[in-house]
């Protein structure tokens, strides 16, 4: 997608670590119509694919996720980090790493929002090692929903993500490849 991928080039950063930073556009604040855009993308790539959810985590997930939804006309689910006092007791949980946060957590899903009848698209902003979508496909596996697809916005083809959804025979689209990062500069595929 030639638009994000100059929005990447214009007002991305690169951190140290040679961590790609979106936070002006896609992830803190956020850029409504480039998200109109990625949503009518997301949409154009699964037209075929029978969607009956759209399945991310939070928190940078649900914003592109809502946008995205109204093209395809289902409703959201996002998997919580964090439990509160009103959380549901009866999910479906996983285990996840954060690559930029260099920590564990788990991750939820009630068990009312997912069920075997549901055909699900995994929507997330980035695929690097591919832990996040792991888990959300492990919590898809235990509420035995079909997995139609995952739409990933950026993907960092230098790490293992692709190679393991690529195993599972899982139809992905990533609509920015990035095949590497070096001295503060984005190449992409």
């Not at 992830?27 to 037209?47: M, S």
């Not at 409703?75 to 999910?91: E, L, R, Y």
């Not at 991750?107 to 832990?131: E, H, N, P, T, W």
């Amino acid at each position: 997608m030639e638009l994000l991928k100059k929005r990447i080039l214009t007002d991305g950063t690169i951190s140290e670590g040679n961590i790609l930073r979106v936070d002006s556009f896609l992830n803190h604040q956020i850029d409504v119509k480039l998200l109109n855009e990625i949503g009518k993308e997301l949409q154009r790539r699964f037209q075929n694919e029978t969607i009956t959810k759209i399945l991310t985590i939070e928190v940078s997930g649900i914003a592109i996720a809502s946008i995205a939804a109204q093209y395809f006309d289902v409703p959201v689910v996002f998997a919580k980090k964090h439990q509160g006092i009103n959380s549901d007791p009866d999910s479906y949980e996983s285990h996840v790493f954060s690559y930029t946060k260099k920590q564990p957590y788990s991750i939820k899903v009630s068990k009312k929002f997912l069920s075997k009848d549901d055909k699900i698209l995994i929507i997330d902003d980035f695929l690097a090692s591919g832990s996040a979508v792991s888990g959300l496909l492990d919590i898809l596996e235990q509420s035995e929903a079909t997995v139609s697809g995952v739409g990933i916005i950026i993907e960092k083809n230098f790490q293992e993500g692709r190679q393991l959804l690529e195993s599972k025979n899982i139809h992905l689209e990533s609509l920015a490849i990035i095949d590497s990062i070096s001295d503060g500069t984005v190449n992409f595929a």
